[in-house]
Nanobody, 124 residues
Framework: QVRLVESGGGLVQAGDSLRLSCAAS????????MGWFRQAPGKEREFVGH????????NYADSAQGRFTIERDNAKNTVFLQMNSLKPEDTAVYYCAADTGIYLYYSPRNYKYWGQGTQVTVSS
């Protein structure tokens, strides 16, 4: 059974950093396209970033570009989201998502597997 578990969320101040983790089980990480999404109350789930199965390509939303970085450690079967220079607008539940193959990586509808999410709150 495929399972994704996020961790690392918390309460921080504007300008601080957080490093989120997503541990995968049921499938090896190198077989999965991985995406990060976030959802604030009353808003739709939005794309944050993506990393290819090989790890050779990453893509980020405009809001994350230059501040967020996605990395994967296949030996630990874990993908990371490093978030720097956090803003109050980044406050949301952050979700890790995966599928065995995705072309339109920015759409949450194209991911089969999802974690339960981890809360990130950034105060002013």
């Amino acid at each position: 059974q495929v399972r994704l578990v996020e961790s690392g969320g918390g309460l921080v101040q504007a300008g601080d950093s957080l490093r989120l983790s997503c541990a995968a089980s049921g499938l090896t990480l190198n077989s999965l396209t991985m995406g990060w999404f976030r959802q604030a109350p009353g808003k739709e789930r939005e794309f944050v970033g993506h990393i290819s199965r090989s790890g050779g390509a990453t893509n980020y939303a405009d809001s994350a570009q230059g501040r967020f970085t996605i990395e994967r450690d296949n030996a630990k079967n874990t993908v990371f989201l490093q978030m720097n220079s956090l803003k109050p607008e980044d406050t949301a539940v952050y979700y890790c998502a995966a599928d065995t193959g995705i072309y339109l990586y920015y759409s949450p509808r194209n991911y089969k597997y999802w974690g339960q999410g981890t809360q990130v709150t950034v105060s002013s």
